[in-house]
């Protein structure tokens, strides 16, 4: 069976590699070392190689691996797209884990291509990562894998050779292949399409000027054809976005097909419409492209779909009856329950079959997204927990340790609020219960303290433990979340507290303090408070 490395060498990876957003977490499955599962590294969702925004910065994936302390994670991963320059090689069980010794065989490969070269995480195998395309055909042969799009590799670090450099091998990659799969030119075992086989590739080709102008005149053609959308950050999504403008008008494939030729050549270099020639990246764009019609079985016109913000985004269904739906999200997005419970709430009900097809109801309406840098929800918690404290009513009591927890979060009983506490290390110690009502204020009504607790999971907290605070001689227990350290800047902690004083705002108000609290929002909540309270005695 498999192992899996003991330590990683993620500071050895490319730096080049490291620049794109193209990483992932991922982690075994059903205790087999052989599934190793990716995700979404902000989300813990699944993550897709046909879904960039599944997919997250390096340092994000970095640091959601180095800090899951419970062993969430087993590594980082590349997602390796159309529109890098990278082929990727595996070959799988040629080294002893033991000697180090590596096959004859495979050996000759990674003198061939000179490329980096790292261990896997079973250190049974070896990762080549080179700058080249792989030639059309199969992608797999007993031990050898050579892929360059459509899959992920979780990577290591762990240099072989020193050689930790990528270079161009496009000869060695056409060679190695060739000696590989011989003259097989069987379809990739994940196309992404099914070939259109009667389509004609010609570079070469010119479109009709009346069409040109035909389809100039519907809102935003003109300038997705002269490259010129900021939303739209490949050449792949403008494929994606042509091909839909000639589908909707009644385009035929090869329609589809010469726009996207003709497109590449005006705005792309040779590699660029090298790639619109191959037969199996059109069919699949026009795959995708013939799955739009799954909106039809959506009970409202779509106008388009808004995604707020690229870290942990999330999205707003726009119809064209003017109303707007939010959809949480990615992985709400995705999910067809939840889906379907937005919608329900907004008074749409999907019919079965749109239920049954969300998934591919999804991918149709990603076609269609609008990115618009934004405050994400998370940035948006992260920046109102800093107000909410900034207010001055709320000060974090200052403790040694975590022992003296329970005596600074008693401070704020006087006032019916469970007080907060920090460290010097400037590490924020709250109960979720005693900012729910702020927060929904805040954040929105619907706000449950579940939905609170996974947004402060996400920007760094983590439950500590149960603690007693005490109302004079009452006890309870209530539990305690902790923040990253340096969550608070220091102008937020009160640098000296007296036991004496803690003592008296326990059993009451201090000699010092106000009767009443010095915020107006604190106030105008203590009265709420007061009044309802004389309203259950009567």
């Known amino acids: ?189 994940e196309p992404v399409g099914k070939p259109v086989s009667d389509l004609v590739l010609d570079p070469n080709t ?36 042509l091909a839909n403008y000639v589908a909707r008008e009644g385009g035929s494939d090869q329609e589809i097909a010469n726009i996207i030729i003709a497109f590449r050549r005006r705005h792309g270099d040779e590699k660029d419409l090298k790639k619109a020639l191959r037969l199996d990246y059109i069919s699949g764009v026009i795959a995708k492209v013939r799955h739009s019609d799954v909106l039809e079985l959506l009970p409202f016109k779509v106008k388009g779909l808004v995604q707020l913000g690229t870290e942990d985004a999330e999205y707003v269904l726009n119809l064209e009856d003017g109303t707007s739906i939010p959809m949480g999200e990615t992985s709400s997005f995705l999910s067809p329950r939840r889906a379907y419970q937005r919608l329900y709430d907004a008074g749409h009900v999907l019919y079965p079959a749109a239920v049954k097809r969300w998934p591919e109801i999804a991918i149709a309406l990603r076609l269609l997204v609008k990115v618009e840098p934004t405050v994400t929800k998370l940035e948006e918690v992260q920046q109102w927990i800093i107000s909410f404290l900034a207010r001055g009513a709320t000060k974090p009591k200052l403790v040694d340790s975590e022992h003296g927890l329970g005596s600074a979060m008693s401070s704020d009983l006087a006032y019916d609020r469970i007080g907060f506490a920090a460290d010097k290390e400037g590490r924020l110690f709250l109960h979720i219960a005693s900012i729910i009502g702020h927060a929904r204020m805040t954040l929105g009504q619907n706000l449950s303290q579940k939905t609170l607790a996974g947004y402060l999971r996400r920007i760094g907290f983590e439950k500590l433990r149960s603690v007693s605070i005490y109302r004079g001689e009452s006890r309870s227990q209530i539990s305690v979340w902790v923040s990253p350290t340096g969550f608070l800047p220091s102008e937020f902690i009160i640098k000296e507290v007296e036991d004496t004083s803690l003592l008296a705002e326990v059993k009451g108000h201090s000699e010092d303090e106000p009767d009443e609290p010095a915020d107006p929002t604190a106030r105008a909540l203590k009265i709420v408070t007061d009044e309802l309270r004389e309203e259950r005695k009567l």
């Not at 479109?207 to 003109?222: C, D, S, T, V, Y």
């Not at 002269?226 to 403008?238: A, G, N, Q, T, V």
Request: negative net charge.
């Open 206 to 241: 010119q479109l009709p000027p009346l069409k040109i102008e035909e389809l100039r005149r519907r809102k935003g053609f003109a300038k997705t054809y002269d490259h010129k959308r900021e939303d739209l950050p490949s050449l792949s999504e403008y494929d994606l976005s």
């Open 1 to 189: 069976m498999d192992k899996i490395a003991a330590t990683y060498n993620l500071d050895n990876i490319p730096a080049e590699l490291k620049a794109l957003k193209q990483w992932v977490v991922w982690r075994i499955e059903d205790n087999d070392p052989k599934k190793k599962v990716p995700k979404h590294a902000g989300t813990g969702e699944a993550a897709m190689s046909n879904a960039p925004y599944t997919w997250s910065k390096f340092e994000t994936a970095r640091d959601n691996y180095l800090g899951s302390k419970t062993g969430k994670y087993n590594g980082v991963g590349f997602m390796l797209s159309e529109d890098d320059p990278y082929t990727f090689i595996d070959l799988d069980g040629v080294r002893d884990s033991e000697t180090g010794e590596i096959l004859d065989w495979a050996q000759a490969i990674v003198d061939q291509m000179d490329s980096y070269t790292e261990v896997s995480q079973s250190e049974e195998g070896i990762h080549i990562i080179v700058r080249g395309d792989k030639p059309p055909g199969k992608c797999r042969r007993d031990q050898v894998e050579i892929y360059d799009c459509k899959r992920y590799f979780a990577l290591t670090g762990n240099i072989l050779g020193g050689r930790d450099i990528i270079n161009d091998r496009q000869g060695q990659l056409d060679a190695l292949h060739s000696e590989t799969f011989g003259g097989d030119r069987e379809t990739e075992s």
